[in-house]
């Protein structure tokens, strides 16, 4: 399906009956990466799933994409559908949305899944490589992205099919939306000072072999969410939810059945 929301024209999935999910993918991937977790969910809730700005079936207008112009994009979708609250479930790019969304938008939050994430800024050096990408994405394409970045996205076992996968979504993209959204990745805030006010409940996911946002950095996350729970993924890197969707499934669905939703 398709809506025109904040001067754009975005794709999305809109799947099942039940109290709504908004599933926010990550970097840089499109709705598509959620499909294990469509199947999952559609028989009890209602799964909206956007291709971010940038990415997928959706326009790519000039960036930086900032994390409040996402996060702006997902209220917008909500309030075209009808959808007065939602559980926000983000991965990696998609939680640091969610925290863009939990400040802008917070009367549309149900609870929140953070997957693979982190609260953090970047570093210094994390922005120059964000721009060294940029320019690498506009000089040679997605498929130099693709090629730097999926051995890192997932667990050193990960199968050849979970591979290709990543590297079709990856290559279906545009150069102007990758820099767009890894300028804007650059520029996001340290989301730590929100997180003893979220006051939601939280389910915090991550891979046992995520190298980009380790175990450790959840264990962080977690415990400074009042009333979050944290589940690991055995056999997953970053990419949890791809890599391992049934334990991925379980977890959510665990979650998301004890909400008073
Ligand atoms: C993602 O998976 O969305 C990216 O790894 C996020 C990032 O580059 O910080």
């Not at 609870?111 to 490589?129: K, Y």
């Not at 545009?174 to 300028?183: T, Y």
Request: no cysteine.
């Amino acid at each position: 399906m398709e809506a025109n929301l904040n001067g754009i024209r975005v794709r999305f999935d809109d799947i099942g009956r039940g109290p709504a999910v908004l599933l926010l993918h990550a970097f840089p991937l499109s709705a598509e990466m959620w499909q294990p977790q469509i199947e999952a969910l559609r028989d009890r809730y209602r799964v909206i799933a956007p291709d971010l700005r940038g990415f997928g079936g959706s326009d790519a207008p000039p960036g930086p994409y900032l994390m409040d112009t996402l996060a702006d994009d997902a209220a917008a979708l909500l309030e075209h559908l009808g959808v007065p609250r939602a559980v926000v479930v983000g991965l990696s790019m998609g939680g640091y949305i969610a925290f863009a969304f939990w400040r802008r938008h917070r009367d549309k939050v149900a609870a929140i899944v953070l997957a693979d994430t982190r609260a953090g800024a970047d570093s210094d050096e994390g922005r120059a490589t964000r721009e060294t990408n940029a320019r690498l994405a506009e000089e040679q394409g997605a498929g130099a992205i693709a090629d730097k970045m999926i051995p890192n996205l997932v667990a050193a076992g990960a199968t050849p099919e979970v591979r290709d996968t990543l590297r079709r979504l990856i290559t279906a993209n545009g150069p102007d939306g990758i820099a767009g959204a890894l300028r804007g990745m650059a520029a996001r805030v340290d989301s730590g000072p929100d997180l003893p006010g979220i006051d939601v409940p939280v389910l915090v996911i991550v891979g046992e072999e995520d190298g980009l946002t380790p175990p450790a950095e959840a264990e962080r996350l977690a415990a400074a969410l009042p009333g979050a729970t944290l589940r690991r993924i055995a056999g997953a890197g970053h990419l949890s939810n791809l890599e391992q969707p049934e334990a991925f499934n379980a977890a959510l669905l665990e979650f998301l059945d004890r909400l008073p939703l």
